[in-house]
């Protein structure tokens, strides 16, 4: 079996906040230069792997996106030497008290999330979370020193260490989404010994958490035939156990709804069905809330689907995911480009039926 957690935690630990991939960028393309012919970055710092088709005419072309970037803070203020923050993406503030940071300052700095005795704070808040304009990162330097080096707008982003558990799962920060371009990654290793009909463009984009910025700029450039995210998606957890909740270790979701293309959906489902890989309906009423929502827009529109990784307790820094249905994620993507022929495109015609 591949071992992708050595590089998912490599990833994992990278900060790249969303605006400010840089650093994990950088790993994703040292990974995947062997496994492409092609490696640029978009306008915005976009990951653009091309893996060419093996067929002389011109061929159509597949995307499969997975957002590289992760959610964490910002100083806003410095005040007596302790860091007043806020939010870059959708932080909650109910699980940040005592987490382990790193403050991206002048240079590196280790610090903790603490929040002032409950005596001292409004009587309003007695006995409930903490909103986030109360909270502080102390990095334990002088005042003097703490303000020579950080500055307002530096960011903060999540130090807590990978926590293999037993039963085979994986709890760290940032796995929302790194657990996709991991997938992703493993497709791509799978790909290394087949033979395509489809060029194949792998991307990891960027300021998905704030407002799907790389997928709709890279599908335009790109302008593929049909496009495939990958993305997380709610695992069962405590009071975590409806519709819109999948088991860990139960396999990647295949998402149904107005931005999933029904003929896309009826071929990867029975795909997963032909494979043994175990799959769940995702029910996607409304916007996904991943890159498909920008890309099925972009120019004339593109065909999209979306494969989802269950993860438990999304966004917070101790996220949960079964590294097996990172490795089913990533087998199906490869299987189903493997599949694909010169004449797939000419049978996909939109029928919103119920499979």
Not at 73 to 87: K, P
Not at 224 to 247: E, R
Not at 313 to 340: C, N, S
């Amino acid at each position: 079996m591949n071992d992708i957690l050595p590089f998912l935690k490599s990833l994992v630990a990278a900060p790249g906040l969303s605006g400010y991939e840089s650093p994990v960028a950088r790993l994703i393309e040292a990974k995947w230069r062997p496994l492409v012919d092609e490696l640029s970055l978009s306008r915005l710092g976009s990951v653009h792997g091309l893996r060419k088709s093996n067929i002389s005419e011109p061929p159509r072309s597949i995307m499969i996106t997975a957002h590289m970037d992760a959610i964490g803070l910002m100083v806003t203020s410095v005040v007596d030497g302790f860091l007043h923050i806020t939010n870059i993406g959708d932080v909650d503030p109910r699980i940040l008290p005592g987490q382990p940071v790193i403050v991206h300052g002048l240079k590196d700095l280790p610090g903790v999330v603490v929040l002032p005795p409950g005596k001292l704070l409004p009587e309003s808040l007695a006995d409930r979370p903490i909103p986030l304009e109360h909270l502080l990162v102390d990095v334990g330097l002088e005042p003097g020193r703490v303000t020579q080096l950080v500055r307002i707008g530096d960011l903060v982003s999540f130090a807590s260490e990978p926590v293999e558990l037993v039963g085979g799962l994986l709890s760290a920060h940032s796995l929302d989404n790194r657990v996709s371009v991991a997938a992703l990654t493993v497709c791509l290793e799978e790909l290394q010994s087949r033979t395509l009909a489809w060029d194949v463009w792998a991307v990891a984009t960027v300021q998905e958490e704030i407002g799907l910025a790389g997928a709709a700029t890279s599908s335009f450039q790109i302008k593929p035939d049909i496009a495939i995210v990958v993305d997380a998606t709610y695992g069962k957890g405590p009071s975590a156990d409806d519709w819109n909740t999948f088991g860990l270790g139960s396999g990647p979701t295949l998402g149904w709804g107005a931005e999933i293309h029904p003929f896309l959906y009826n071929e990867f489902k029975e795909l997963a069905e032909r494979l043994g890989i175990p799959s769940s309906m995702e029910i996607m009423p409304g916007p996904s809330g991943t890159d498909a929502y920008a890309m099925q827009l972009a120019a004339a529109g593109i065909p999209c689907f979306v494969l989802g990784i269950p993860i438990r307790y999304m966004h917070t820094p101790v996220e949960v995911v079964a590294p097996k249905d990172i490795l089913r994620t990533g087998r199906l993507l490869a299987e189903f480009i493997t599949y694909l022929q010169p004449g797939f495109l000419d049978g996909i015609t939109w029928d919103d039926g119920h499979a």
